[in-house]
């Protein structure tokens, strides 16, 4: 099982490019996610999609979109992309139980985003 | 959301134990406590879980006292390899299952 996979690992962009972060998970997962995180700071939720065919807003969505394309991809968005979106971007998936609470997360590698 | 503090660093050495502690004041009655640890250049990985009292695992400990306002992440004769940021988090029983991630205590183990 390779388990969370990301594309690109690194990526560079002008300001106004657009580009898609790709993410797949072997793991039959329901729920993925995606996060940023930047220099000495803790993870911030972009979106979630608790199960196929669903996708939700999470902390700071504002500039991204997502696509749950099917049950093993879920993919992030940047239509035009402004320097504050300089950030690692990690994707993760979980089981997706019905209780939540003891949902562990498994997290890809990341991709670093530079947009200049 | 249960917010929650932890110091931001903490320096050790190899060999020693070293506990780290977390506070969530406003916890709710069915929410969990759960821990991830970071290396650098790698996402978040699950290290230990807990709803109340003790719980061990081969990785580490946690110890939640009755009143579930804290919880220390013990982690038992430390290397140089358990150099990370570790994250508290408490996981709500909301049914949306998404994390909150705080700052994070970034441990330093020296040889």
């Known amino acids: 099982n390779a388990g969370v996979t990301q594309t690109p690992k690194f990526q560079v962009l002008k300001t106004g490019q657009s580009m898609t972060l790709q993410c797949a998970q072997d793991?039959?997962?329901?729920?993925m996610y995606w996060y940023r995180q930047d220099p000495g700071m803790g993870l911030r939720l972009i979106y979630y999609?608790?199960?196929?065919?669903?996708?939700d807003k999470g902390e700071v969505p504002n500039g991204y979109n997502v696509s749950r394309l099917n049950k093993r991809e879920f993919s992030l968005r940047l239509e035009s992309a402004a320097p504050s979106q300089t950030s690692v971007y990690f994707c993760?998936?979980?089981?997706?139980?019905?209780?939540?609470?003891?949902?562990?997360?498994?997290f890809g590698p990341g991709t670093r985003l530079t947009v200049l | 959301l249960a917010k929650t503090t932890q110091p931001i660093s903490m320096d050790s050495y190899e060999g020693q134990e070293v506990n780290i502690t977390c506070s969530h004041n406003?916890?709710?009655?069915?929410?969990?406590i759960t821990w991830y640890q970071q290396f650098p250049s790698q996402g978040p990985r699950f290290i230990i879980q807990?709803?109340?009292t003790k719980v061990t695992n081969e990785v580490a400990s946690l110890f939640i006292p009755a009143d579930r306002k804290s919880s220390t992440l013990s982690l038992p004769r430390v290397s140089l390899s358990d150099t990370a940021v570790y994250y508290c988090?408490?996981?709500?029983?909301?049914?949306?299952?998404?994390?909150?991630f705080g700052s994070g205590t970034r441990l330093q183990v020296q040889p």
């Open positions: 993760a998936s979980s089981g997706g139980d019905t209780s939540g609470r003891t949902d562990t997360q498994y």
């Open positions: 793991m039959n997962h329901n729920s």
């Open positions: 999609s608790a199960s196929e065919g669903t996708t």
């Open positions: 406003n916890i709710a009655t069915n929410d969990y």
């Open positions: 807990g709803y109340k």
């Open positions: 988090l408490v996981v709500p029983d909301t049914g949306r299952r998404a994390l909150t």
